[in-house]
């Protein structure tokens, strides 16, 4: 039997687990978390309104309860826990899948200043994350600014001009949903550094602003004409056009009488974050324009935009796991059709998929052909790692042997259940739990 680990219990993650077991009747996967909760971006990056995505958490539910597939959360690859060496004297080969779990920094004046953060500490914080931290995000705060324009941009945007009965319903921590429904924030401004028609977020993610009931939005005619393609569309990939055809819908209507205004703001790059009284007060904007390549230039012109809150949202990055090789520029593990590569030579039983072995592109579906390719690759290679020596026995007893006290599958349901009486005791639907004292407090009460 070829015993193989998959790093991280994401998309790309299961996907993985999923191919192997059904191109090879003769694979066993173990699927290790360092959280006690799978699913990845799915549990921890889809907003909380986006019940149709997800749902795709039963697609993976399926792929976790196959009988040759082990769930395995709460264990931690690296220094801190389990040695990425000794997993691979554990298994035949290990597939790394951890995905890109930091952003990109803006690298200017008072970004680190409180109230600026990054979009995915804000959407760690009210998906429950374990380790995010709850430092008052909407706290005083009456004015927020969303740089960047992609579907994550869009979703905390919708977070914030969201009410207290639109949330209600989705399985947010009792203390996010607490903090957004007392939230004062009235205007959000959305902005990017170059144009509508080179904007990142889908059309579906875009339309959803203009469909909340108590916000308005609003979009600058001025800045539409900037951009070229938006005079003439037809020309644009349909993606685009559409995207164009929805914010030139907006142009210039009057605003309606509503709790919050959003404003989709475009040519604007962000230069400095400006402080206070200690804290970030506003974000001076340089007016850019398109450069004729594809990119945008500055004017020297300048223009402020007052936010006590600002939410960085300008792409994704992938950070190094210890003793797996990382190419810092790009923010990946050097790779050939998935085989990790070891100063430029194939690394025997060491894989990756998903984002730490792309960058952070495409969408969900996007990591199916990507977990194919590697596992194509690691099953040609299958007859050289059924002779790797390993150690003898079943992985899991030497992982505990070691100290790892894994959340195992029973232990995952059991959480499962206790959201679920969570939310009955608040008059909810089901209610994540928040922290890891509470997530580990109920996964022991699993039946052994």
């Known amino acids: 039997m070829l015993r193989v680990a998959v790093v991280g219990s994401g998309p790309s993650g299961c996907y ?32 909380p309104d986006h019940e149709k995505i997800k749902s795709l958490q039963n697609t993976l539910r399926t792929v976790l309860e196959h009988e040759r597939v082990r769930f395995l959360g709460g264990i931690q690859v690296g220094s801190a826990g389990v040695p990425a060496g000794r997993l691979r004297r554990l298994y035949h080969a290990v597939v790394y899948c951890v995905g890109a ?44 600014v969303v740089i960047g324009v992609g579907n994550v941009a869009v979703d905390v945007t919708r977070m914030l001009a969201r009410g207290a009965a639109e949330l209600s319903p989705t399985d947010m921590p009792q203390a996010a949903l607490t903090a957004l429904s007392a939230s004062r924030v009235t205007g959000i401004h959305m902005v990017g550094r170059r144009g509508p028609s080179q904007a990142r977020f889908t059309t579906k993610e875009l339309r959803e602003l203009g469909a909340l009931p108590d916000a308005c939005v609003l979009v600058d005619p001025a800045e539409l004409a900037l951009d ?166 079943d992985p899991l007893a030497a992982l505990r042997a070691g100290g790892a006290e894994p959340v195992e599958w029973a232990g995952w349901r059991a959480i499962e259940r206790a959201e679920t009486e969570l939310g009955a005791s608040l008059g909810r639907t089901v209610v994540k739990l928040p922290d890891w004292e509470s997530l580990l407090a109920a996964a022991r009460t699993a039946a052994p």
């Open 16 to 47: 993985t687990a999923q191919c192997l077991v059904q191109q090879d009747p003769g694979v066993l996967v173990d699927v290790l978390d360092r959280l006690p909760c799978p699913y990845g971006l799915v549990r921890y990056g889809v907003a």
């Open 228 to 393: 070229p393609a938006c005079a003439d569309p037809a020309g644009l990939p349909a993606a685009q056009r559409r995207n164009v055809e929805a914010l030139r819908g907006w142009a210039g209507a009057p605003p309606r009488e509503t709790s919050r205004l959003i404003r989709l703001r475009f040519f604007l790059r962000p230069v400095e974050l400006l402080a206070d009284g200690g804290r970030v007060g506003a974000v001076r904007f340089e007016r850019t324009v398109p450069d004729g390549r594809g990119g945008v230039t500055g004017t020297g012109r300048y223009e402020d935009v007052e936010a006590q809150l600002v939410l960085r949202s300008v792409g994704y990055r992938g950070v190094p796991l210890e003793g797996v090789p990382f190419d810092a520029a790009s923010g990946t593990v050097p790779h050939l059709a998935g085989r990790v590569l070891r100063e430029g030579a194939v690394a025997p039983g060491e894989y990756v998929a998903g984002w730490i072995k792309r960058g952070p592109t495409g969408v969900i579906g996007t990591n199916r052909p990507c977990a194919k390719e590697t596992v194509v690759s690691l099953l040609e290679d299958a007859p050289a790692l059924a002779h790797r020596e390993v150690a003898a026995g």
């Open 101 to 144: 779990a930091t952003d990109r920094r803006l690298g200017i004046p008072g970004e680190d200043l409180p109230g600026s953060w990054s979009a995915t500490e804000f959407v760690s914080w009210y998906s429950a994350h374990p380790d995010a931290v709850d430092d008052g995000f909407v706290r005083a705060a009456r004015s927020a």
